[in-house]
């Protein structure tokens, strides 16, 4: 199924993500075609970008997406399993 956005990254960013958390944004894209997926707000503060971190379903693992909105590309910023609050939420939904 083609995804209905365009995505983009930072490639040192790409690297050190896969090598944290053993997800490639390439694969995290999926969780966008989930239809399940829970989206919410996690803009910081600090640097005034909005932020929004979306979790669902990726071949079968629940992932954890933290991106920015900007015009029509998601530039994602990081991709991991989702963790145990995440979980419960994308299941009670």
């Known amino acids: 199924m083609a995804l ?4 983009d990254w930072h490639d040192g960013k790409a690297a050190s993500n896969q090598t944290k958390h ?3 944004f390439e694969d995290a894209r999926q969780v ?3 239809p399940r997926r829970i989206d919410v707000d996690a803009s910081r503060a600090v640097d005034g ?3 929004r971190k979306t ?3 990726m071949a079968g ?3 954890s997406v933290v991106y920015a909105p900007r015009g029509n590309v998601v530039w994602i910023i990081s991709a991991r399993r989702a963790n ?5 939420s994308y299941v009670q939904s």
């Open 61 to 63: 693992k629940l992932l």
């Open 55 to 57: 979790t669902g379903l």
């Open 22 to 24: 053993g997800v490639s």
């Open 4 to 7: 209905p956005l365009d995505f």
């Open 84 to 88: 145990p609050k995440e979980i419960r």
């Open 49 to 51: 970008e909005e932020r």
């Open 32 to 34: 966008f075609l989930d």
